[in-house]
C-alpha cells in the first residue's frame, strides 16, 4: 500500500469529525502508539520515521523524520485549536463546554 507525506491533504481527507477524533490522533501521533480510531508505529522498526494510520482511511501517512513528525502536530494544533493553546488545555476547554450544565 502506498504511503503519502502530504498531511495536509491527508488531513483533508480523514475528515476529523469532532475534538475527541482530533485529540485521538495528536495522542497517537506524538505517544507514537494507538488512541482512538489511529495508530501510530514506527517505520520498519527504525526510530527515524513514522506511519500514521487511520482506521476509516486506506492511505497511511508517513512522516519520515523527527522533523515532518514535530510539522505534523504543529499542523493539527494550528488547524484546529483556537487560540494561543496547545492540545490538551484545547481538548479539556471542549470537553467542558460538552457538560452538560
Not at 7 to 27: K, P, T
Request: glycine share 8%; charged share 20%.
Amino acid at each position: 500500500m502506498e504511503t503519502t507525506t502530504g498531511f495536509e491533504s491527508w488531513l483533508d481527507g480523514i475528515e476529523l469529525e469532532n475534538h475527541a477524533e482530533v485529540y485521538s490522533l495528536h495522542r497517537s501521533v506524538n505517544e507514537c502508539t494507538s488512541y482512538g480510531p489511529f495508530t501510530t508505529g514506527p517505520v520498519g522498526g527504525s526510530s527515524i520515521g513514522w506511519i500514521v494510520n487511520a482506521f476509516h482511511c486506506e492511505q497511511p501517512l508517513l512522516l519520515a523524520s523527527l522533523k515532518a513528525k514535530q510539522a505534523f502536530l504543529a499542523c493539527l494544533i494550528d488547524r484546529y485549536c483556537e487560540g494561543d493553546v496547545d492540545m490538551e488545555s484545547w481538548y479539556g476547554a471542549k470537553l467542558a463546554m460538552a457538560k452538560p450544565d
